[in-house]
């Protein structure tokens, strides 16, 4: 199974961007999938998570109200809708998936996002 995330780029503040990540290689169907980031010099940090089968998310304090993330599954893809992008937000953004809920086995590359003030 393979991730690959998409989407990142340059954007002022106050802008959005939305990320994809696609899946691929055998028939994948996971409990869940979501996203992190890394900020430069920073450790990597949890953003957001949804559940599979019924599109429950779970969203970090510092993005809530301003991120949105949603799954196709026929297309077995997620996405990530940044609103409201802050300075802050400035990471290499990174997706994960899961078969369970307690490890976090799948990653993808990362994609640059950047927010200029």
């Known amino acids: 199974v393979q991730l690959q995330a998409y989407g990142g780029g340059l954007v002022q503040a106050g802008g959005s961007l939305r990320l994809s990540c696609v899946t691929s290689?055998?028939?994948?169907?996971?409990?869940?999938m979501g996203w992190f980031r890394q900020a430069p010099g920073k450790e990597r940090e949890f953003v957001t998570q949804?559940?599979?089968?019924?599109?429950?998310?779970t969203d970090a304090d510092s993005v809530k109200g301003r991120f949105v993330t949603s799954r196709d599954n026929t297309k077995n893809t997620l996405y990530l809708q940044m609103n409201n992008l802050e300075p802050e937000d400035t990471a290499v953004y990174f997706c994960?998936?899961?078969?369970?809920?307690?490890?976090?086995?799948?990653w993808g590359q990362g994609t640059l996002v950047t927010v200029s003030s």
């Open positions: 994960a998936a899961d078969h369970s809920a307690y490890h976090w086995t799948y």
């Open positions: 949804i559940r599979w089968s019924d599109g429950f998310t």
């Open positions: 290689g055998r028939t994948f169907s996971p409990y869940r």
